[in-house]
């Protein structure tokens, strides 16, 4: 289930660590060009930080990274 708090200090890290303003959890970060492939790169490194969690490039699922929502789904909801 999202967690609003959750959601709100992910948008956070967007605004304060990438200078990326999302207009809703389930905006297309991708499709929209929100996320380019440098913002994507600096977006793993953000993520890496907040989490204590290694992203192995090679094992990258772009769905992941699709949404806010998604993100919190993949790396910010204990298991």
Do not use: W
Not at 54 to 77: G, H, M
Request: glycine share 2%; net charge negative.
């Amino acid at each position: 289930m999202p967690n609003p708090r959750i959601e709100r200090e992910i948008a956070t890290l967007f605004s304060d660590r990438l200078n990326v303003m999302v207009p809703s959890v389930e905006t297309d970060l991708i499709e929209t060009g929100l996320v380019d492939s440098l913002t994507f790169v600096e977006l793993v490194y953000v993520i890496e930080n907040a989490t204590g969690i290694e992203i192995d490039f090679d094992r990258i699922d772009i769905q992941d990274f699709r949404t806010l929502s998604a993100i919190e789904k993949a790396f910010f909801v204990a298991a």
